[in-house]
């Protein structure tokens, strides 16, 4: 792991620290330590500008048909710069799949063929890990059914903390929105779709459904709103707080399965920035209830990251879609059932499709 210091010519890590000074048509890099030394020179690359007025469009590279689990889509608007925005510091002992000191968002957009000015569009939000290229797997079906389908990047979680994914999603959105006559888009019929990390936040964006109180102002345009007309979130988590409950009832028995879920290393204590040792989901609920002024702070943090808490009769329409076995990380059923009640409470229509089978 590399750490900025300053400005933007040391470099530290654990070890040593590495220094980069500007030569005629590159960088030096001088490393002088202990531990190791090293000088070297490489030519900066040449840089692609992206700007408004570009009418490049980049198709995907061919894949090898050993690999291709599916026929790829083609983007009409490939790489649509959105905003650039800070990246939290990596933490030891966690995985970080987007090092660095800032993050460019960007989207990819694909057309259905004979589409009209104005498409209806289905954002797709990937899982941890994923990026602006992936597109969910019922793209070509959405496409043969005349909607617009557009792939967002957002912050990690980890480091990230909540809620940058969030305003990183919802930012997105209103971009896309606000350039609708530039993409081909229908502004007032907008839809989100995602599994795991990306469940999590179309499940959150469809709750919330364009809160002030959670737009954030990443990638600016103020005057539009991320408020969607229906979503679908496959295998989310919905409620922070039973996360831990809900595991334990679904693999009795096995507390490291507990652990993974409160533990002081566990996603969603990464998600309130509450992780490392002597902290954790477990460790904060331990602590609630009293007069604890850090405790109270971070019990509001982590409701406000959990859709259920935001379900109201303004929610959008939506489909929860849970399989009853593993998934990457170990969501449990019971968080989409948790949810749907609380969309039938509220008297907002929903679904809710399980199975025994598989993650979905």
């Not at 489909?319 to 019971?334: E, K, L, S, T």
């Amino acid at each position: 792991q590399v750490y900025r210091r300053g400005d933007d010519t040391v470099f530290e890590t654990e070890l040593f620290s590495a220094v980069k000074r500007p030569r005629a048509g590159g960088l030096e890099l001088f490393i002088d330590s202990p531990s190791a030394r090293f000088s070297g020179f490489a030519k900066v690359p040449g840089l692609m500008l992206l700007g408004e007025g570009s009418t490049e469009i980049k198709k995907y590279p061919p894949q090898p048909a050993a690999e291709r689990r599916r026929p790829g889509i083609e983007s009409d608007f490939r790489s649509v710069y959105v905003a650039t925005v800070p990246l939290a510091r990596g933490r030891r002992g966690l995985a970080n799949p987007q090092p660095g000191s800032t993050l460019d968002l960007f989207a990819d957009i694909a057309l259905p063929k004979g589409g009209s000015s104005a498409n209806p569009c289905i954002v797709e939000i990937h899982g941890y890990g994923g990026s602006h290229h992936d597109f969910p797997i019922l793209a070509r079906e959405l496409l043969d059914e005349g909607f617009a389908v557009a792939s967002i990047d957002y912050r990690i979680n980890p480091p990230n903390v909540w809620p940058a994914m969030m305003h990183d999603a919802c930012g997105a959105i209103r971009f896309l929105k606000a350039n609708s006559a530039r993409f081909r888009l229908d502004p007032e019929r907008f839809g989100v779709v995602g599994g795991s990390a990306g469940g999590h936040l179309s499940a959150m964006l469809a709750a919330a459904n364009g809160d002030p109180a959670l737009e954030g102002s990443v990638g600016g345009n103020a005057s539009w709103s991320s408020r969607i007309k229906a979503a679908a979130a496959y295998f989310p988590w919905t409620d922070i707080f039973s996360f831990g409950e809900d595991i334990r009832a679904l693999y009795p028995g096995q507390p490291e399965r507990i652990l993974d879920a409160d533990g002081p290393f566990s996603p969603l204590s990464c998600m309130i920035g509450w992780d490392g040792p002597g902290r954790g989901l477990g460790e904060l609920k331990r602590r609630m209830g009293g007069r604890d002024p850090e405790a109270a702070a971070l019990a509001a943090l982590a409701a406000d990251s959990s859709p259920i808490s935001h379900v109201s009769r303004d929610s959008a329409p939506t489909a929860f879609v849970h399989g009853i076995f593993d998934y990457g990380v170990r969501i449990p059923m019971n968080q989409s059932v948790r949810i749907f009640e609380a969309y039938a409470r509220a008297g907002v229509k929903s679904l809710l499709l399980c199975n025994d089978c598989g993650p979905f």
